[in-house]
């Protein structure tokens, strides 16, 4: 198993995440306008996992939550001073959460696995190569062994 740590901006929020991976996991690319707005770039990454798999070493944070198109409610928990997201979890999809994979510390040793809502991809944002595309989101069958399957209710 893999351990990633992860590290707000201003040092308040610690928390690592357990991969069921021995490798180290890869990052899913995000290209959706939540990901732009919450994350102040032009794509985000993240990590399918179980919510079970992260936990909170110092510092306690918040939750903010909007609708997504679905009119599910996405729970976003963030660092209460400087803002940095540590996960996001679809109410519709259980324990499954999508872990920021930019504020952790082995981001930029990470490889690029997968490019999911790449519809709305900057027109001047290139592809990643050797990354799988997926015009919304991650089917589940496509997961992998980085998420969990779960049925939608
Ligand atoms: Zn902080
Ligand atoms: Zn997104």
């Not at 919510?51 to 909170?56: E, P």
């Not at 009119?71 to 209460?80: A, D, I, M, Q, R």
């Not at 999508?98 to 519809?119: C, H, S, W, Y």
Request: charged share 20%.
């Amino acid at each position: 198993m893999a351990t990633l740590h992860g590290r707000c901006h201003c040092g308040d929020l610690e928390w690592t995440v357990t991969s069921d991976t021995r490798a180290l996991p890869g990052h899913t690319i995000c290209h959706c306008r939540s990901c732009k707005l919450l994350g102040g770039g032009p794509f985000c990454g993240i990590l399918l996992t179980s919510i079970s798999a992260i936990r909170f070493e110092h510092g306690t944070p918040k939750v903010y939550t909007y609708y997504n198109s679905e009119g599910n409610g996405v729970h976003c928990t963030f660092c209460s001073i400087c803002t940095t997201h540590a996960y996001h979890r679809d109410e519709s999809r259980g324990d499954e959460v999508q872990v920021r994979t930019f504020p952790l510390l082995e981001a930029g040793i990470m490889g690029v696995d997968k490019e999911i809502n790449v519809g709305e991809r900057f027109s001047w944002v290139k592809k990643v190569d050797g990354a799988k595309s997926f015009k919304s989101w991650i089917p589940a069958v496509a997961r992998g062994r980085h998420g969990r399957r779960l049925s939608r209710n």
